[in-house]
């Protein structure tokens, strides 16, 4: 049975920046939640920020700039996170490679799990197209990332993973 890594606030887990869940109560999450199938990881919690915590964007581009050097992940008042973004990204992967993990469900629009569209870095609440740290790593070592409004296209990869 194929695992899915998940955004631990998916499930309820209160870690999210402002220290609440967002559990996903979609039939086909729930499904997968209860054949055992999600594995929650909360990267920036595992890479060593607190709860809750300053909100954070990444500034000067998107999570493979962050990942390469040429951005980095901001707090509003100019605290430098990105150490804790990547040491978490890194553990998502590492924890996934443990389990076999083919596929993810993350966050959408965070600055870690977002697949399609992160904060723009100017703590506007304007959204751009990209992915977040977490998702850009797992996606360079060949780990289908969706966001957790995309469950259709999820169940779609899972069946051709388990063929």
């Not at 076999?100 to 723009?120: N, Y």
């Not at 740290?133 to 069946?159: K, M």
């Amino acid at each position: 049975m194929e695992q899915i890594l998940v955004s631990a606030c998916l499930l309820g887990q209160p870690v999210r920046y402002d220290g609440t869940g967002r559990r996903s109560h979609d039939r086909l999450f729930e499904q997968w939640r209860t054949e055992g199938r999600l594995i929650p990881f909360c990267p920036e919690v595992r890479g060593g920020l607190p709860v809750p915590r300053p909100a954070a964007e990444i500034s000067g581009g998107l999570g493979g700039d962050v990942l390469d050097g040429r951005a980095r992940v901001l707090t509003r008042d100019g605290s430098d996170v990105t150490g804790h973004f990547l040491d978490g990204a890194r553990q998502a992967l590492e924890q996934a490679r443990s389990y076999g993990v083919r596929m993810a469900i993350l966050k959408e629009g965070s600055p870690s799990c977002g697949s399609l569209r992160v904060h723009d870095g100017t703590f506007s609440g304007r959204k751009i197209p990209g992915a977040g740290v977490t998702t850009a790593l797992l996606e360079r070592h060949g780990i289908a990332v969706f966001a957790e409004d995309a469950l259709e296209a999820a169940a779609a990869h899972l069946a051709e993973l388990e063929r």
